[in-house]
Nanobody, 119 residues
Framework: QVQLVESGGGLVQAGGSLRLSCAASGSIFSINTMGWYRQAPGKQRELVARITRSGSTNYADSVKGRFTVSRDNAKDTVDLQMNSLKPEDTALYYC?????????????WGQGTQVTVSS
């Protein structure tokens, strides 16, 4: 079993910054892709950012230029630096990890951390 624990959420004013962190632990051989998703009330869960083990990244168009995803392979952690936050960024943010445990791949999710941006 794998556990993902998020931290760093909170309440900030528009234009402010937050840094989210996620640590993976448990029966892990290696982690392929890690990333962050978010879900606002009444909306579908959407991809925010993801990063492969080799460092390739993808971002939602709405956060490009403002958010940066990074990871530490040795520590099995992934961070999300969020700058120039907007009220529309308000959501529950979930950590995600795709774990390699051959012959299969497994998806894991954290419990979520709340980010609220006031205008």
């Amino acid at each position: 079993q794998v556990q993902l624990v998020e931290s760093g959420g909170g309440l900030v004013q528009a234009g402010g910054s937050l840094r989210l962190s996620c640590a993976a632990s448990g029966s892990i051989f290696s982690i392929n892709t890690m990333g962050w998703y978010r879900q606002a009330p009444g909306k579908q869960r959407e991809l925010v950012a993801r990063i492969t083990r080799s460092g390739s990244t993808n971002y939602a168009d709405s956060v490009k230029g403002r958010f940066t995803v990074s990871r530490d392979n040795a520590k099995d952690t992934v961070d999300l630096q969020m700058n120039s936050l907007k009220p529309e960024d308000t959501a529950l943010y979930y950590c995600y990890a795709n774990v390699i445990r051959l012959p299969a791949l497994y998806d894991y999710w954290g419990q979520g951390t709340q980010v609220t941006v006031s205008s």
